[in-house]
């Protein structure tokens, strides 16, 4: 069965309006198998994934300007500054303490650099049922998601979009599915249903 996953991954940085000049230093923080810090590392000069633990693709993706290494999020091993954008996508309901990963991203983060932090809607029936009651994340209402992002970044912006991995990649089903996707995250009352929650920061 053939996934949408690369068109996934682009409606996603879309949906952020995450523009890279080239000249960008870039943290993934939680990068997981390391897909979206491939995607940066092509727009961006230099790109580090961190993530808790070792993934086998890091040793396949790792290239110049693409590095990756264990670390917590939590207490990150980088001097201040490092960073002119640092992104996390799925992280902070992981961490034990979310807050003081929200700091340690400012930390890092150079002078007029950007943080992006993405997080899955509780609310949204299909991450409720799969993520939450099958896989047990505890993702974050929007409303509770705002009030710990404001703790850190008290200007931070905030939107909500949709975007789901599908088992097709092409032709007029996944045509129909993005359709459905924009008018659910535009349509009053059906948008708090949106797939993702996200939170835009300068530092």
């Known amino acids: 069965m053939r996934w949408n996953v690369e068109r996934y991954q682009e409606t996603v940085f879309r949906r952020?309006?995450?523009e890279l000049h080239g000249t960008e230093r870039?943290?993934?923080?939680?990068?997981?198998?390391?897909?979206?810090?491939?995607?940066?590392?092509?727009?961006a000069s230099e790109t580090i994934g961190v993530d808790l633990e070792?993934?086998?693709?890091?040793?396949?993706?790792?290239?110049a300007g693409l590095s990756f290494q264990p670390g917590d999020g939590q207490l990150l091993q980088f001097p201040s500054g490092?960073?002119?954008?640092?992104?996390m996508k799925d992280v902070l309901h992981h961490a034990a303490d979310p807050s003081q990963v929200l700091r340690e991203a400012r930390r890092v983060a150079a002078p007029g650099a950007r943080i992006v932090i993405v997080e899955g809607n509780r609310v949204n029936p299909i991450f409720y049922l799969h993520m939450t009651l099958m896989l047990g994340h505890q993702h974050f209402r929007r409303p509770r998601f705002q009030r710990l992002v404001r703790e850190t970044f008290p200007q931070a912006?905030?939107?909500h979009f949709e975007a789901h991995v599908y088992p097709c990649r092409s032709g007029w089903?996944?045509?129909?599915?993005?359709?459905?996707?924009?008018?659910?995250a535009s349509t009053p009352g059906i948008e708090r249903l949106a797939s993702y929650n996200a939170a835009i920061a300068r530092v």
């Open 54 to 63: 070792a993934h086998p693709r890091w040793d396949q993706l790792s290239r």
């Open 157 to 159: 912006r905030f939107i």
């Open 173 to 184: 089903a996944l045509r129909a599915l993005s359709a459905l996707e924009l008018a659910i």
């Open 82 to 87: 490092r960073f002119d954008l640092v992104f």
């Open 26 to 43: 870039v943290l993934d923080l939680g990068c997981g198998d390391g897909a979206d810090a491939d995607w940066f590392a092509r727009h």
């Open 16 to 18: 952020l309006g995450l």
